[in-house]
């Protein structure tokens, strides 16, 4: 056997060497540890940045070929998202799930009801991913929302119910935007289609009455009707008298229940003491509550008096002081609301 015959199995071995350990390293999965392995990728990350960040994680026991089939792939991003993984994992799969960004979805939630002090502390306890820097002090945020129309007064109410996938790292700010634009579009689209003749200025005041409205906490089958107790007394110049008015003017002063007393508490918000609309809405109002106000019942109604989820309506003020011994003196758990 001559010399050259003896080197052709190195040669061989040498060609098929490389590929070999490459589609080792790419294609042989490897078990993980029995709880998983999760890993944000941030929005903004290099491409660097995320290979470091996955070998740290011990998902790239050999980073080298990882990166030469990234190259070979055509370089293309490894999408920003939160990652999780379970028992065994190849990095070519590895690599396929980060290049299609299959990642565990992360929603902000807007509940309707909520205040945007109740949206913040949302972000600070169950959005540990999004990026807080540059969120500015509720007190500001309006100011930093400007091309949306809210004005610099407050960013209260501006920001429509719903839940708002966001990727780990992604501003807050920018996600605050995303929902303030929501409502402006629905506010503008249900404005225009409004019923006619409603004592409302504008859609800036059709979501403040709206947010009134949202905050007595009723059942959607009953807001249109509390929504014309509510239209009937601007018409007539009656104040609206609603409780939750009273509950946003003292802030933490509230204590779980109104007295009398209360109900005096100083502030331009309080709808016993001043009439017409408050200066800004009180919460986030919800498509029902915008509905009901742009297309209220057909009702002559001024007072309401609410029992647990049942709600009595009159249009004379001698009825209503029955319906109040009736069903609310000495009963725990009863509100009333729309006073003379």
Not at 269 to 291: D, E, F, V
Not at 325 to 337: F, I, P, V, W
Request: charged fraction near 15%; charge should be positive; glycine fraction near 8%.
């Amino acid at each position: 056997m001559s010399r050259r015959h003896a080197l052709w199995p190195i040669l061989l071995l040498a060609l098929l060497l490389p590929p070999g350990y490459y589609a080792w390293c790419m294609y042989w999965p490897r078990t993980l540890p029995a709880a998983g392995v999760t890993l944000p990728l941030r929005l903004g990350s290099s491409t660097a940045q995320a290979i470091a960040d996955l070998e740290h994680s011990g998902l790239l026991p050999h980073p080298q070929a990882f990166r030469l089939a990234l190259t070979l792939a055509g370089k293309p991003s490894l999408q920003a998202g939160l990652y999780q993984f379970h028992g065994r994992l190849s990095q070519a799969e590895l690599l396929r799930r980060l290049i299609r960004g299959q990642s565990t979805p992360l929603f902000l939630r807007v509940i309707p009801g909520w205040r945007l002090q109740d949206v913040y502390a949302e972000m600070a306890k169950d959005a540990p991913y999004l990026d807080l820097h540059g969120l500015p002090p509720a007190a500001l945020a309006a100011r930093q929302l400007p091309a949306l129309g809210v004005g610099s007064v407050s960013a209260e109410g501006w920001l429509y119910p719903d839940s708002y996938r966001y990727v780990p790292g992604e501003s807050a700010l920018s996600v605050l935007h995303r929902a303030a634009a929501r409502m402006q579009r629905q506010l503008a689209r249900l404005w225009s289609d409004r019923a006619p003749g409603l004592p409302l200025r504008d859609p800036y005041q059709a979501l403040i009455l709206a947010s009134v409205v949202e905050k007595e906490g009723a059942s959607a089958d009953q807001q249109a009707r509390i929504a014309a107790v509510f239209l009937n007394r601007l018409r007539l110049g009656m104040p609206l008298q609603s409780d939750p008015t009273v509950i946003y003017a003292m802030g933490d002063r509230y204590q779980g229940a109104l007295t009398a007393a209360d109900m005096r508490f100083p502030s331009p918000y309080n709808t016993y003491l001043h009439k017409g609309l408050p200066p800004t809405p009180i919460a986030m109002p919800g498509y029902g509550s915008i509905m009901a106000v742009l297309h209220p019942a057909p009702s002559a109604d001024l007072y309401f008096i609410a029992k647990g989820k049942q709600y009595f309506y009159s249009q004379h003020y001698t009825v209503h002081l029955q319906q109040i011994r009736r069903y609310l003196q000495g009963k725990t758990g009863a509100s009333h609301a729309a006073t003379p």
